[in-house]
Nanobody
């Protein structure tokens, strides 16, 4: 099993920054991809960024490309999402997710049903 715990959410004004953290524990060596998703009320979770476990390949959704950066620490125990120039439209619950299958990179890594493990989420609120 793999456990994921998000932290770093909070309230910020438009134009500000936040860094989310996803602590990975358990059978982390089984994990091939880690991603950040967000969910607006009443909608399905949407992928924003993913990274190959151990570094290397990354990709971003058009809505966050150029503003958000996904990274992983050298010990591979934490994945970060640096969010800059935040907008009120970024207000959502943010989740990290992990995938065991090595297939990728590709568009399917932005789909929530392709992930095996999820964290509990952290709320981000951006005020105008």
């Amino acid at each position: 099993q793999v456990q994921l715990v998000e932290s770093g959410g909070g309230s910020v004004q438009a134009g500000g920054s936040l860094r989310l953290s996803c602590a990975v524990s358990g059978s982390a060596s089984d994990i091939k991809w880690i991603a950040w998703f967000r969910q607006f009320p009443g909608l399905e979770r949407a992928g924003m960024a993913y990274i190959a476990n151990g570094g290397g390949s990354t990709d971003y959704s058009p809505s966050v490309k150029g503003r958000f950066t996904i990274s992983q620490d050298n010990h591979k125990s934490t994945v970060y999402l640096q969010m800059n120039n935040l907008k009120p439209g970024d207000t959502a619950m943010y989740y990290c997710a992990a995938r065991r299958s090595s297939t990728g990179p590709g568009w399917w890594l932005f789909q929530p049903n392709n992930y095996d493990f999820w964290g509990q989420g952290t709320q981000v609120t951006v005020s105008s």
